[in-house]
């Protein structure tokens, strides 16, 4: 699921450990009903439609891996509002974000 209001692309410890994604630092995040949590933080490879790239991302307890607005923005990917669909925003070169 695409959340524009989430920074980091969350993924569940499990599917972290199915993926073989190792922790390499410590955060603390704002969740959106305003609790501060300390959460793992990884690299991860992520492909979204023809675009990939490697980005920080948060291993949290979650439903279901989200993905934020940095994986977005920086393949030039955008969630369209009518549609909920993904689509290109600007042409292909990862952004420095």
């Known amino acids: 699921m695409a ?37 793992d933080t990884a690299l991860a490879y992520i492909k979204i439609l023809d675009r990939d790239a490697v980005f920080q991302i948060a291993i949290l307890d979650v439903p279901e891996p989200l993905l934020g607005v940095t994986a977005l923005e920086g ?16 042409p292909y070169g990862v952004a420095l974000l």
Request: charged share 30%; proline share 8%; glycine share 6%.
């Open 3 to 39: 959340d524009t209001g989430a920074f980091y692309t969350t993924i569940p410890p499990k599917l972290a450990e199915e993926l073989n994604v190792k922790p390499m630092a410590k955060t603390k995040l704002m969740l959106a009903d305003k609790r501060s949590v300390e959460v």
């Open 75 to 90: 393949l030039g990917i955008r969630v369209d509002p009518n549609t909920g669909k993904l689509e290109y925003s600007r």
